[in-house]
């Protein structure tokens, strides 16, 4: 791809895996690009070396690409924003960034988790902070896709959701490659809470196989995981149907069997009876799931919807209950039908 010059037309706001791979694929189409990196140190590397060592090691990035550790040069005069920090710093750096956030601007969140204390799903997030007159100009992307693999140019398929569809439209142009596939979707709320509660269940198939169990216990919490998805997801506003899809059942697929899984890495850890401070200690790149189980658990509770794998997930985690005793909880609850047909 020959370099382009100029001032770079879209920034990605975080340089951890998915951000540095979303920024490296939209340069490689032949945007003029800047990636935003909080850490400085890691910024000046990527400077020199155009590799981001810290989160995606091995991956040579495209010469389109441009780096900076100041937030309010990144964001100004772009014509699209892409953020994709972790969770529960989203609000945080949005805080910081809107003051120098174009009326123009695309504005697109590929974060998957539900704030702490807040209980608020990104899309929430970013209605709340910025002013009305953005929130056409908002979308989200979500679905299966490792960081790694998508870097590596495997096929992947993604979905973006806005709630007009040619705004989604226009993400889906935006980031479309001949190996990177996006769909079009108008149910925020469904695909937002299909990309932060897979990361719990994928906690909890970790700690399954982890305890050492088979391909039955996994395909149950999967089967069961994703029915907590839905029944809260219908809750919050969000269509069943859309749990069916790549934001539901395919990125729960993936988090919960593929090995580049940091969520069910985790789990296997905790099943295996390490400590959870240990395991979080011992790790350069974010879990989501850790977080989002506390505020999964929370917002359940607040609805009054039933959840018992992200209960028992909840005290793993927060009240350092046996895992053992969780799956032997989960299992002799009271016998119930699958589901009730009208």
Known sequence: MQKTDGTESYAVIGAGSWGTTLANLLAEKGNRVVLWCYEADLCQRLQQTRINDLYLPGIQLSENLRYT???????????LLLFVSPSQVTRQVLQQALPHIEPQSLIV??????????????????????????????????????AKEV?????????????????????????????????????????????????????????????????????????????????????????????????????????????????????????????????????QMVAEGVKTTLSAYQLAQQLEVEVPIIEQMYQILYQDKDPRQAVSDLMLRDLKAEAVRG
């Open 69 to 79: 550790s100041d937030l309010a040069e990144a964001v100004s005069s772009k014509q």
């Open 109 to 146: 969140s590929a974060s998957k988790g539900i704030e702490n204390d807040s209980l608020m799903l990104m899309s929430q997030v970013f209605e709340e902070l910025l002013p009305t007159s953005l929130h056409s100009r908002l979308g989200y992307l979500s679905g299966p896709s490792f």
């Open 151 to 283: 870097a590596q140019g495997m096929p992947t398929a993604v979905v973006a959701a806005a709630r007009d569809l040619q705004l989604a439209e226009q993400i889906q142009e935006i980031f479309s490659t001949e190996k990177f596939r996006v769909y079009t979707h108008d149910d925020i709320i469904g695909v937002e809470l299909g990309g932060a509660m897979k990361n719990v269940i994928a906690l909890a198939a970790g700690v399954a196989d982890g305890l050492g169990f088979g391909y039955n216990s996994r395909a149950a919490l999967i089967t069961r995981g994703l029915a907590e998805m839905i029944r809260l997801g219908l809750k919050l506003g969000g269509s069943a149907e859309t749990f069916a899809g790549l934001a539901g059942m395919g990125d729960l697929v993936l988090t919960c069997t593929g090995d580049l899984s940091r969520n069910r890495s985790v789990g296997i850890e905790l099943g295996k009876g390490r400590k959870l401070k240990e395991i979080l200690d011992g790790m």
